[in-house]
């Protein structure tokens, strides 16, 4: 789901709402009725809380973050803005989805994972990402990817959310 704009020669274009689309469809072949959702900080807390209702799921899409169970925490620290875990749910028996817009190395995801059974153990946990980008250093994959893309490592996918609720990417040199 790339393709150069006019003009933009060599230039990566991802429609984030295309994506989005790919998405729930996507999502709604993982879900049972046990399923809860969980976006992770920052921009998979946008996508669960858009999914949710367009899913029909009634009860709120919790909030986690992997900022304490980083395995670079010492170099980073806490960021000021960093949001902490919120799950209005139990954990204990529920059929988890993890939403991130963007899935690259594994290691966030592997610090959410140990975030998530800190609070108790799911029955199962499946991840869906907007964009798969590679360059994994962890054995993680993504149970749904809307695309998958290629980008060097000095490149950075940043996903964006208008007044509106609308979603775009930029590609940001890192």
């Known amino acids: 789901m790339s393709s150069a704009p006019p003009?933009?020669?060599g230039a990566l274009f991802l429609d984030a709402e295309a994506l989005y689309?790919?998405?729930?469809r996507g999502v709604r072949g993982l879900l049972t009725p046990r399923?809860?959702?969980v976006g992770i900080a920052s921009g998979g807390v946008w996508l669960a809380e858009r999914l949710q209702p367009e899913l029909g799921l009634h009860d709120a899409p919790g909030i986690i973050s992997s900022a304490m169970h980083r395995d670079d925490f010492a170099q980073r620290g806490m960021s000021a803005s960093a949001q902490t875990t919120t799950l209005p749910f139990d954990v204990d028996g529920a059929d988890v989805v993890l939403l991130d817009d963007v899935l690259y190395t594994g290691r966030t995801?592997?610090?959410?994972?140990?975030?998530?059974?800190d609070y108790g153990r799911p029955a199962s946990v499946k991840l869906a990402v907007l964009v798969d980008r590679g360059g994994r250093e962890?054995?993680?994959?993504?149970?749904?990817?809307?695309?998958?893309?290629a980008l060097p490592a000095s490149q950075q996918l940043a996903l964006g959310r208008d007044g509106?609720?609308?979603?775009?990417?930029?590609v940001?040199?890192?």
């Open 138 to 149: 962890l054995p993680v994959q993504a149970d749904f990817a809307a695309a998958r893309v």
């Open 109 to 117: 995801i592997r610090a959410v994972l140990n975030e998530l059974f």
């Open 172 to 174: 940001e040199t890192a």
């Open 7 to 9: 003009g933009a020669s």
């Open 35 to 37: 399923t809860r959702l």
């Open 21 to 24: 689309g790919e998405l729930l």
């Open 164 to 170: 509106a609720g609308r979603f775009t990417f930029q």
